[in-house]
């Protein structure tokens, strides 16, 4: 996965709504599917958006594997418990009773079989009928997102050039940040990049889960234009 040494001292201004855009699906796929869960991981959590809120409702957990993020986050929030690691690849020593990877975050991951791995290790880490909730930018998005034009963002003394770019399976966010130094602005670089996959390949890899959910943003049944998908499944 790409670093964010740069990118994350400007992610909350490009993305900092994310929790209002999720935070409510956790909660009401947590309601509906196991309303006795008490402890949830977020894995690629970021700056902590998410889990700053979900921490006043449950015992919350974060991973991410960029420590500049992680830093971020235990600034803000200080009840959730943070580890650095790979989404992919980690051990906590524990189980819990949700855990969730939003925001595309898994979209990150190299290969389809790196997603695989992170469903292995969320199984691992449930509670027998524990949930796995995540979402993902599917083919369509990327094709639809680089048809836009680049935009600008404000963050605070800086400024964010942000173009997408996206060739079949992959799609680059490149990020152009024009940083304040005294009375001159330097220019940092840097490349984000996510995969999709094909909608029957992604259950496929969840072929251990019981999948409850497999929805697209207006909880309908995803088609060729949907553009985000929203999955719960149970162990």
């Known amino acids: 996965m790409s670093g964010y040494e740069s990118v994350s001292k400007v992610y909350d201004s490009v993305a900092g709504e994310s929790a209002k855009l999720f935070v409510p699906f956790i909660l009401k796929s947590v309601k509906k599917y196991r309303p006795e869960s008490q402890s949830i991981l977020e894995l690629g ?4 958006n998410i889990l700053v809120e979900l921490s006043k409702r449950y015992e919350t957990y974060g991973l991410d594997l960029s420590p500049e993020m992680l830093e971020i986050a235990k600034r803000k929030d200080k009840k959730s418990v ?8 980690f051990d906590f020593g524990r189980k819990f009773d949700v855990i969730c990877c939003m925001y595309d975050s898994i979209n990150h991951l190299p290969s389809l079989n790196h997603w695989k791995r992170m469903f292995d290790c969320c199984f691992r880490h449930l509670v027998d009928g524990g949930l796995l909730i995540f979402d993902f930018n599917t083919l369509y998005a990327f094709s639809s997102k680089a ?3 680049a935009t600008y963002v ?4 800086d400024y964010v050039l942000l173009d997408i770019t996206a060739k079949r399976d992959m799609c680059t966010w490149h990020f152009n ?13 840097e490349d984000i990049i996510e995969r999709s996959y094909e909608l029957s390949k992604i259950k496929e890899k969840l072929k251990d889960f019981k999948i409850l959910d497999f929805v697209d943003e207006d909880g309908k049944t995803p088609s060729l234009k949907t553009t985000r998908v929203f999955a719960v499944c149970r162990k």
């Open 147 to 149: 048809e836009r034009p």
């Open 177 to 189: 940040i024009f940083k304040k130094e005294k009375d001159v602005y330097k220019l940092f670089s």
């Open 154 to 157: 404000r963050a605070g003394n």
């Open 45 to 48: 959590c970021g700056t902590g």
């Open 82 to 89: 943070y580890k650095q690691g790979d989404m992919s690849d």
